[in-house]
């Protein structure tokens, strides 16, 4: 039997998927290079804006009539699910099982129980956690593997679903998961993303290891050459964590710092317990201990009440911290969030006029920066081969740029010292140096 999963959303929602993967080969299933040859489809969903809605409700609209053609299992997983529970059945009554982003671990019994006649819809307690347990892809041979540290997030955002849908934070113990990145590096991989909605507070209030101790200790695992975590909240990112940046060898330098609005006023609205001027605080005191670290982010624009004014400050915000990437995204309104009833709405073409100048600003730095390492040696990390060119390489600098350059395939999983030739708008061009034997050699 083959299956296929589509996934929409985030990281999390990305490893959620890989470990419904495993779960399902290690019980014999083959996964189908496509969505038209699978026997059961799984599609793993996403409700942070409407437009990732949109998406999974026009796929749906796909696989119902394929449906009408050929005998498949359909399920539907993760924060749709969720969020909708027992109406997504109403409104899709084509699909043959449901489960919520805490039921994934119960993929195997759910395709079981539809070829029983007995669908399962399981949106069971958001608090429990048995699936961030899961460790996908046990015999994979793979350069970078995600690892769930936490689940949920306790932070509600005004705007925000994700607190509904995820549920409250719940920490992995800090021994599971030094055990399973000790198995990672013992299966050759190099890379290593740490997850959760808000990392910063991982153990919080609990005798257990704090964030930056479980940095120093994954640092000292063998194998491992590279750390990387998402998602940090600038409220609570401590002086300690900031300074694994400067003193951890292992830990890329990077960080992900959504700010999601250069306003007080805004950022108050929103509830995210810092101001534009606190937040530049954080980048400063990074910088200070990484002068090279990468700093990317989030950023909404057309929140209920943001003015001219507002989005102003939100504009000389990026000027001002000169960010190598940014997401940004026009406000969406979400159920069951606070701000879905706040006054104010700001009319969606001008939402996305704003968007449009933001994002215009921010191709212009990220060019800029990317230009600016013309000339410069960085350590890559090699991915694969480029989806352009057979026979280019490509992998990601430690600050998480994309770097395509020529080279023999057998460089994929190595560290290669690269030479930056030309930076583009999205990538850099490089030619290797050599392959390092040491690491920050
Ligand atoms: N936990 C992470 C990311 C959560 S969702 C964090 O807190 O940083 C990813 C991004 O989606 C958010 O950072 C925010 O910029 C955006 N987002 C969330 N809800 C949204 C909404 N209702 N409308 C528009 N963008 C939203
Ligand atoms: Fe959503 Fe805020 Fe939690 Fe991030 S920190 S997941 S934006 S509520
Ligand atoms: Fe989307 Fe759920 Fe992630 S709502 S952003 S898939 S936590």
Redesign the pocket.
């Known amino acids: 039997m083959y299956f296929y999963i589509e996934t929409f959303g985030?990281q999390m929602n990305e490893h959620d998927s890989e470990k419904m993967a495993s779960l399902l080969m290690e019980s014999g299933m083959k996964l189908s290079p496509q969505l038209d040859c699978a026997d059961v489809v799984v599609v793993n969903t996403c409700c942070?804006?409407q437009k990732a809605e949109q998406k999974f409700y026009s796929l749906m609209g796909r696989l119902r009539s394929i449906k009408k053609r050929r005998k498949i299992i359909v399920g539907v997983t993760g924060c749709i699910a969720q969020m909708e529970k027992n109406h997504l059945y109403e409104r899709l009554p084509f699909i043959d099982f449901a489960l919520g982003p805490s039921s994934i671990h119960n993929i195997l019994h759910a395709i079981r129980n539809v070829m029983d006649y007995k669908p399962l819809f399981d949106f069971s307690d958001n608090g429990g956690a048995p699936s961030i347990f899961l460790n996908p892809n046990k015999g994979a041979h793979r350069i970078k593997a995600y690892v769930s540290i936490m689940k949920g997030?306790n932070?509600f955002?005004s705007?925000?679903?994700?607190p509904y849908v995820r549920g409250r934070e719940v920490s992995r113990e800090s021994k599971d998961i030094l055990q399973e990145i000790e198995a990672i590096a013992r299966r050759g991989i190099k890379e290593v993303t740490l997850l959760g909605?808000?990392v910063n507070s991982y153990n919080k209030g609990r005798d257990d290891l704090p964030f930056p101790e479980l940095l120093k200790t994954i640092n000292s695992i063998e194998g491992v050459d590279r750390i990387r975590f998402v998602?940090s909240?600038p409220r609570d990112i401590s002086d300690s964590l900031i300074d694994c940046f400067g003193a951890l060898e292992k830990l890329c330098e990077h960080i992900?710092l959504?700010f999601?609005s250069g306003s007080d006023k805004i950022l108050s609205l929103m509830n995210r317990g810092y101001t534009s001027h606190g937040y530049r605080e954080k980048v400063d005191l990074l910088r200070q201990a990484c002068p090279h670290i990468a700093i990317t982010a989030?950023?909404?624009v057309g929140f209920p009440g943001e003015d001219e004014d507002d989005f102003e400050k939100t504009m000389r915000l990026i000027e001002d911290v000169q960010f190598d990437g940014l997401?940004s995204?026009?406000?969406?309104?979400?159920p069951y969030?606070k701000?879905l009833n706040y006054d104010g709405a700001v009319p969606r073409e001008i939402a996305l006029g704003r968007l449009a100048t933001l994002q215009k600003l921010q191709r212009n730095i990220t060019h800029a920066k990317n230009r600016a390492m013309e000339g410069y040696t960085v350590d890559v990390l090699v991915e694969g081969t480029s989806k352009h060119s057979p026979y280019d390489l490509t992998g990601r600098t430690r600050t998480n740029k994309i770097v395509n350059f020529t080279g023999p395939e057998d460089l994929i999983g190595k560290n290669v010292a690269v030479t930056i030739i030309k930076g583009y708008a999205n990538s850099l061009r490089g030619e290797k140096v050599r392959e390092k034997e040491v690491m920050h050699a």
Do not use: G, L, M
């Open positions: 985030c942070v804006r997030c932070n955002c705007y925000c679903i994700v909605q808000n998602t909240h992900h959504p999601q989030d950023c909404i997401f995204f026009a406000y969406s309104p979400r969030t701000a």
